[in-house]
C-alpha cells in the first residue's frame, strides 16, 4: 500500500498551552486507522491538524507528497473540497434540506449544474443504503440515517480519506456498529481510507492499526 497522509514533527500550540507536540504518522491508501486516547489528550487537535483545519505551530503534512501545512486559507479549502471528507459526531445537516440536497450541497461552490448534483447525490446516498430516504429532511431519518446522511455527505468528491472525530459518538452500540462496518464496506468496494478519532476501545479495535496518544503526544503508533 501506498502512502497517502504523514505528518513529521507536527505541533500545536494555544498560547502557553501545548495541545500536540512532535506527532509523527503516516496512513496508508486502504487503511483504516484508529487515534485513541482520554478527553483531552489532543487527538482531535490532531484531527483537524491533518485535515487543514487548523494551522500548526510548527512541523509539515504531506498528502500523496503534497505539503499543505504552508497553504493560505483559500487553497486548504480546495485541497479539501478535492482530497478529503469530513465526519463529526454531530452530524452537521442543515435541517431545512433533504438528506440529497444537504448531500449535493458541497457541490455548489464548485459550480457543479443541479442534474449533476442530484446524480451525483444519489448516487452516494445508494452507496451508504439510504436510496428511499433522499427526500426526507433531517427531523424525519434515525440517528444512524443521520449520520449516513453525513458519510454520505463526505463521499461526494470522491475523497481519497474519510477523517471522523466521534462518528458513533451519539449512536446506540448496534447502529454505532453499522457505521463502522460500513465503513469496512467503503474501503473494500471504493477505496476509501479512514482515520478515526475515538475514545472507545470497542471502536478502535475495528480498525487496522491503533495509534495511542496522551497528554498530546503519540505513545505508540
Not at 502512502?3 to 509523527?24: M, P, R, Y
Not at 500548526?56 to 497553504?71: E, K, M, T
Not at 429532511?137 to 455527505?153: C, D, F, M, Y
Request: net charge negative; with cysteine; charged share 20%.
Amino acid at each position: 500500500m501506498s502512502e497517502l497522509l504523514s505528518a513529521e514533527s507536527l505541533c500545536k500550540s494555544f498560547g502557553t498551552v501545548t495541545a500536540v507536540h512532535d506527532i509523527n504518522l503516516n496512513i496508508k491508501s486502504g487503511e483504516i486507522v484508529a487515534i485513541m486516547g482520554r478527553s483531552g489528550c489532543g487527538k482531535s487537535t490532531a484531527m483537524h491538524l491533518l485535515a487543514g483545519l487548523e494551522q500548526p505551530s510548527s512541523g509539515q503534512v504531506f498528502f500523496r507528497g503534497q505539503n499543505i501545512a504552508g497553504l493560505d486559507e483559500d487553497a486548504l479549502a480546495l485541497w479539501r473540497r478535492e482530497n478529503i471528507g469530513l465526519v463529526f459526531q454531530a452530524f452537521h445537516l442543515i435541517p431545512t434540506l433533504s438528506a440529497l440536497e444537504n448531500v449535493a450541497f458541497p457541490l455548489y461552490p464548485d459550480g457543479v449544474s443541479a442534474t449533476k448534483r442530484r446524480q451525483r447525490a444519489a448516487a452516494r446516498l445508494e452507496m451508504v443504503g439510504l436510496a428511499n430516504r433522499a427526500t426526507h429532511r433531517p427531523s424525519r431519518l434515525s440517528g444512524g440515517e443521520q449520520q449516513r446522511v453525513a458519510i454520505a455527505r463526505a463521499l461526494i468528491n470522491d475523497p481519497g480519506l474519510i477523517l471522523a472525530d466521534e462518528p458513533t459518538g451519539n449512536l446506540d452500540s448496534e447502529t454505532g456498529s453499522d457505521t463502522l462496518s460500513l465503513f469496512h464496506r467503503l474501503r473494500d468496494e471504493a477505496g476509501v481510507s479512514f482515520l478515526i478519532v475515538t475514545h472507545d476501545d470497542g471502536v478502535a479495535a475495528t480498525a487496522d492499526r491503533i495509534i495511542r496518544m496522551k497528554d498530546g503526544e503519540i505513545i505508540n503508533a
